[in-house]
């Protein structure tokens, strides 16, 4: 029947209570949020007390856009290279020498081997570098990654398959996306949205972020951190290369071929300033691996120069006054306050797997965000304003209480996003719309069937019970499709497809709480004081 305890009722007016707490700190400036975060007591968790605010996606306060795209030809240099090292160590294990050496080709190695004997035993070996590309957890082998194939006169071709490459292509997407997360993170921004686009594209949005330059730079940079030393003379060519330096205004110098120590090793990486000279430097420190690699390079080649090589340029080359055995050092070249700490961000978050090629960049301003929260929340306005009206003259005093259960039900849907976190682009403002029209329709559902049962010859009070309760069925069988509906949006969407899904999921959870709890408490609450003989409608 329609009565309600005390402690429903008072249970029922806090949860709207808190509702309003929790929606209320989107009013609020930035700068009185954190005011309201940093008076938290440190032993009261902070999502207890209202101060956070909806997140504003890129297309509400603006931001940078940003398509980049994994550079296949630099990832195939990188296999290539890879599977030249594999191959010469299993001639070393196989004790075999190739006649001419090994000759590179496009997409991978050749070599003669002329006798018949070492060429099958080559060839066992080999065919183990060939791996199946798949997910061996789910069961999913594919085609092998590497051909290994035998020619005339002893010829042997080890080479990359398309499927080889494709798959290469896919993890270094998967591992781009997460070196990029972590470098976004990194600058302070709220919510980015980084996300594999195409086969071998990643899109990444950047909410609030007006410096699209700084974030080219962060992004595009491969960040491959290596520490060589420099070649002294009577080096072998062959095991130098000659890399542009900082120091030199861009002149070449030789570096010699063997890597002591990769940027991989690195454990942290921070910005400061050197004690003497003032200046802007990066502290870096090793892991133990790292650190014992550079403390026995460093202890035998003291008085050499070690040159710090950073996406192919020498950016410092400082000479070994002593053993650096601690696992800890310091990068210095002239750096800016904001060079140094960009380099601290890139070598903390790790290298890219291969090179990335911008092909689409663009800014949104913050105006055109704002002309879209203004049309947005004009869209609101304008529909609850209209739905109000048609509820009111069709329902009469029940539609005041629908109204009413609507606004919470609106309310609530701002205190999740916050309480939450999530973010709210132009998409999400049309997903409150549409609640708005969903949360009214299953008021709908109620009232006709209370008057379809008072119609019948039930009494008052007897037809409003038969209505809510005949009528929740089909309420929560609707409103069960629209959430599958809106989650598989969210599972299989992105972007503002995704951020539509988040604001219809919480629209449907808080439907229920609106009109069918909240409406019936009011209800309840107006025939016990009443005690009217008629329905209002």
């Known amino acids: 029947m329609l009565r309600y305890s005390k402690a429903k009722i008072i249970s029922i007016l806090l949860l709207t209570l808190l509702g309003f707490a929790y929606a209320a700190p989107n009013l ?3 700068t009185t949020r954190e005011r309201i975060a940093a008076s938290v007591p440190s032993w009261i968790p902070a999502w207890i007390v209202p101060h956070r605010a909806m997140v504003l996606g890129l297309d509400l306060q603006g931001g940078s856009h940003v398509v980049l795209e994994v550079d296949e030809n630099d990832l195939i240099r990188a296999q290539v290279a890879s599977l030249r090292e594999d191959v010469r160590r299993i001639l070393r294990e196989t004790r075999i020498a190739p006649q001419g050496g090994i000759v590179a080709l496009p997409r991978g190695l050749q070599m003669r081997v002329p006798s018949e004997a070492d060429r099958q035993r080559l060839l066992l070996r080999l065919n183990e570098l060939a791996r199946p590309a798949g997910n061996a957890i789910l069961g999913t082998p594919g085609n092998s990654t590497i051909n290994v194939s035998e020619g005339a006169d002893g010829l042997i071709q080890v080479t990359l398959t398309d499927v080889g490459v ?3 292509v896919r993890r270094a997407v998967d591992q781009t996306i997460e070196v990029l997360r972590r470098r976004v993170d990194a600058l302070g921004t709220t919510e980015p949205n980084i996300q594999r686009e195409g086969a071998g594209r990643v899109l990444v ?21 290596q520490f060589r030393f420099i070649a002294e003379g009577g080096a072998n060519p062959a095991d130098v290369d000659m890399i542009p330096s900082r120091d030199n205004a861009g002149q070449p110098v030789p570096v010699e071929r063997r890597v002591i120590v990769e940027g991989e090793d690195l454990t942290d990486a921070q910005p400061a300033f050197d004690s003497q000279t003032s200046q802007p430097i990066v502290n870096f420190r090793f892991n133990l691996r790292g650190a014992q690699r550079f403390g026995q390079a460093t202890s035998e080649g003291v008085g050499r ?4 090589v950073l996406d192919n340029e020498v950016i410092s080359a400082p000479r070994i006054q002593t053993p650096i055995t601690g696992g800890q050092g310091q990068i210095s070249g002239s750096f800016s306050v904001q060079q140094a700490n960009d380099l601290a961000v890139l070598l903390r978050a790790g290298a890219l797997p291969a090179k990335l090629t911008i092909v689409e960049e663009r800014t949104v301003g913050p105006g055109l965000g704002q002309d879209s929260i203004e049309a947005g929340t004009l869209a609101i306005y304008v529909a609850s304003i209209f739905v109000a009206l048609f509820m009111l003259a069709t329902y009469g005093l029940f539609g005041i209480f629908a109204n009413i259960a609507l606004v919470v039900h609106v309310v609530f849907i701002l205190a999740l996003m916050s309480l939450l976190g999530a973010t709210l682009t132009l998409p999400g403002i049309a997903g409150i719309v549409l609640t708005i029209g969903t949360a009214v329709d299953s008021n709908v559902l109620i009232y006709e069937r209370i008057r379809e049962e008072a119609h019948s010859g039930r009494s008052i009070i007897s037809a409003i019970d038969a209505g809510f309760t005949r009528a929740f069925a089909t309420i929560f069988d609707s409103n069960s499709t629209m959430l599958i509906a ?10 503002p497809v995704r951020g539509f899904a988040v604001v219809f999921i919480l629209g449907i959870l808080t439907t229920v709480i609106t009109a069918v709890t909240m409406t019936r408490m009011m209800i309840a609450l107006w025939y016990r004081v009443a005690r009217p003989k008629q329905l209002p409608f």
Not at 305 to 308: D, P, S
Request: net charge positive; glycine share 10%.
């Open 486 to 495: 809106a989650l598989i949006l969210f599972f299989l969407g992105s972007g």
């Open 28 to 30: 609020f400036s930035e």
């Open 205 to 225: 949005q950047v909410p609030g972020l007006q410096d699209p330059q700084r974030l080219k730079e962060i992004l595009g940079r491969t960040a491959k951190l």
């Open 305 to 308: 120069q070690l040159a710090i």
């Open 166 to 168: 494709t798959d290469r």
